[in-house]
């Protein structure tokens, strides 16, 4: 799993921040890259990026303010002239159909492949084999949701060490044993195959929030996180500021990382009055209640690691 930023600005763009969508690839997981949000000229900031459109096989919105959805409809479109023929699935709000299928529609843009939307609700919204997703409600001007990914376990590894340590060289045998089979030998001797395989590997825990205030929820999907993705409008001294128009602050962004026990935070979605040196301020307010911060610019790429807990 790795994070690419493609938008960290939040309300309008700015010189050094586009309006907000992040990338997450999960290439090695399942060979496709999920979208949370898509700001105005979102496939602009794709093309300074290893992102790749027909690769896109989810894109989750969190609401449906304009600097969080106006790149939808011309990265849709763009996908079917970049060869992407494999079903993509947009999941947000209530109103995200309408707008998506007027925008397409008003403008004559032809989608060459399967697409569907869904207007999602509190609950999972997705699940496989691989992954479940889960959106609760947060506080904003708007309805707006907040996303938490939890990756399943992966099975232990094969404890090949072991096996040859008992004369049982690689072949078709293996197989059966990391399927902990039971299995016999040529010589007679029967061996578990529970026995050889390793402690199975957790599976990570990612949570996205949209804008919001510091609510409950915040904590909900955050609680245990490997990662939280958490919105940063304003400054610490600007909480007034931050709770009459919906949004939240370092301080309160680190504070629901310290208390939902999270591995790290990301800030994002900075209001463009914060520039240059501003941002160095701005992550060390975090830094100071939760250590383990950083602060995403456009383009930042974070590799998803298990936290140690």
Known sequence: MEFVFLGTGAGIPSKGRNVSAIALHLLEERGTTWLFDCGEATQHQVLHTNVRLRKVEKIFISHLHGDHIFGLPGLLGSRSFQGGEDELTVYGPKGLKDFIEVSLR????????????????????FEDDHIRVEVRKLE??????????????????????????????????????????????????IINGKDFI???????????????????????????ADVLVHEATFAAEEEANAYEFYHSTT?????????????????????SRYQGADCAMLVQEAQDIFPNTVLAEDFTRIVVKKARF
């Open 106 to 125: 008003v403008s004559n843009t032809h989608i060459k492949y399967p697409l569907h939307i869904v207007e999602i609700e509190e609950g999972v919204i």
């Open 140 to 189: 904003h001007g708007i309805p707006s949701y907040g996303y938490r990914l939890v990756e399943r376990d992966v099975p232990g590894a094969l404890l090949v060490d072991k096996l040859q340590a008992l004369g049982i060289k690689p072949g078709p045998l293996y197989k059966k044993i990391k399927d902990g089979e039971v299995v016999e030998l040529v010589d007679g001797s």
């Open 198 to 224: 390793g402690p199975p590997q957790q599976g990570k825990i990612i949570a996205i929030l949209g804008d919001t205030r510091i609510c409950s929820n915040n904590y909900v999907l955050a609680e245990g």
């Open 251 to 271: 301080a309160g962004a680190a504070n629901v990382a310290k208390k939902a026990g999270v591995g790290q935070l990301i800030l994002t979605h900075v209001s």
